[in-house]
Every structure is written in structure tokens, then in C-alpha cells.
T-cell receptor, first 112, second 114 residues
Framework: GESVGLHLPTLSVQEGDNSIINCAYS??????FIWYKQESGKGPQFIID?????DKRQGQRVTVLLNKTVKHLSLQIAATQPGDSAVYFC???????????FGTGTRLQVTL | DADVTQTPRNRITKTGKRIMLECSQT?????MYWYRQDPGLGLRLIYY???????NKGEISDGYSVSRQAQAKFSLSLESAIPNQTALYFC?????????????FGPGTRLLVL
């Protein structure tokens, strides 16, 4: 079976509701952040990114919010669908070119 | 995503064996990476390469080596596999564009070391 996410925090939401997935980062020097989605048996897939000079960025049904004061990142998914069920990772660029540090992930379960 | 492919997708090997995991990409990216993924630990960087002549260690390079045979190919070797190298291994690529440098991942290789 799938070994990813066996001990992950889990967020359960009803189909059609909005989801909010949170991520705390530790390095105040981080200047670039990405959210990835990982479905079972697949590699992480890019969702949305944000730079440290922004506090909000919107995509299709997704919004990323960045609060640098408390080093917090969130991913909001509007009108959550069954296909959104996956593990979601945040990643930060700590300033060393191209090196991303990943969070441990949150599993999103969408109930019908 | 077929732009980044990994072979094999699954591999079972024995302690002490040398194995190689292959990664190829058709995205034309110059930067390539190898990660391993373990439950509860997220993705950790093993090695990365910014071009054919550039190889850099990541946070967990011990027990691994890499080869960048061409811009499109980046291989990961386990010189003498041990059970705690059992994990999911991902290759990724990126191309710096402005402020964003999104990494694109392959489908992964599931490795079991007995």
C-alpha cells in the first residue's frame, strides 16, 4: 500500500465546503513558497506559489496566504471536490538557490 | 507527468546490493534533484545538479551517489543498499524563471531493501 502519509494530520471536509490547510515555516529568510498536491501513487504536483513580498495570491479555486509576522502559510481550496483528496505539502526556499525545504504534509479527505 | 520519468517504478533488492535509479526529463530544464520520502518526514533532498558539470550534496547524501550523464538524465545510485534506505524516491526538475522556480516531480520509485 501507499507509504506516504501514514502518520499525517488529516483534514476532513464535506464536498462543496471550503478547505484551509495550514503550514508553519521556520526560516524567516525564506523568500519563496510553494504548495504541492500529492495523490496516492503519484509524485507531488505544483498547485500555487507565492513570493515573500506578497501576502496573497489566487489561482483557480485556490488561494495562498502568507503571514510573515508569524511565519505561517495557508492554502485555501474553494468548493472542495472529491478530486481534491490528497496529501498537501508546503515548501519553502530558504535562500540557497533552488533548494526547497518541505513540510511533512496534511492529508485532505473529502466526504460526500 | 510524462515530462519527468523514473525507472524502475518499483524495486526490491537485498542488503549490500548496488542499485541505480534513473531519471529522464523532456522539459528542457537545467536543474535536477533527487529526494526521498518517508512517512512523517516529508521530502528530503539527497543530491541536486544545476547543470551537467555541477553536482551538490543535499541534506541526506550519505550512502548515495549520483551521475548527471546529460542535461536530461540524472541517476541515483545506492552503492551498498541497507534496509533503512527503503523509501519512495522522487526525481524533480526546475528552470529558473523570474522569481519562481517550481520543481516538477516524476512519478517516483518505490524501493524495498530486504
Amino acid at each position: 500500500g501507499e507509504s506516504v502519509g501514514l502518520h499525517l494530520p488529516t483534514l476532513s471536509v464535506q464536498e462543496g465546503d471550503n478547505s484551509i490547510i495550514n503550514c508553519a515555516y521556520s526560516n524567516s529568510a525564506s523568500d519563496y513558497f510553494i504548495w504541492y498536491k500529492q495523490e496516492s501513487g503519484k509524485g507531488p504536483q505544483f498547485i500555487i506559489d507565492i513570493r515573500s513580498n506578497m501576502d496573497k495570491r489566487q489561482g483557480q479555486r485556490v488561494t495562498v496566504l502568507l503571514n510573515k509576522t508569524v511565519k505561517h502559510l495557508s492554502l485555501q481550496i474553494a468548493a472542495t471536490q472529491p478530486g481534491d483528496s490528497a496529501v498537501y505539502f508546503c515548501a519553502e526556499n530558504t535562500g540557497t538557490a533552488s533548494k526547497l525545504t518541505f513540510g511533512t504534509g496534511t492529508r485532505l479527505q473529502v466526504t460526500l | 507527468d510524462a515530462d519527468v520519468t523514473q525507472t524502475p517504478r518499483n524495486r526490491i533488492t537485498k542488503t549490500g546490493k548496488r542499485i541505480m535509479l534513473e531519471c529522464s526529463q523532456t522539459k528542457g530544464h537545467d536543474r535536477m534533484y533527487w529526494y526521498r520520502q518517508d512517512p512523517g518526514l516529508g521530502l528530503r533532498l539527497i543530491y541536486y545538479s544545476f547543470d551537467v558539470k555541477d553536482i551538490n550534496k543535499g541534506e541526506i547524501s550519505d550512502g548515495y551517489s549520483v551521475s548527471r550523464q546529460a542535461q536530461a538524465k540524472f541517476s541515483l545510485s545506492l552503492e551498498s543498499a541497507i534496509p533503512n534506505q527503503t523509501a519512495l524516491y522522487f526525481c524533480a526538475t526546475s528552470l529558473r524563471q523570474g522569481f519562481s522556480e517550481t520543481q516538477y516531480f516524476g512519478p517516483g520509485t518505490r524501493l524495498l531493501v530486504l
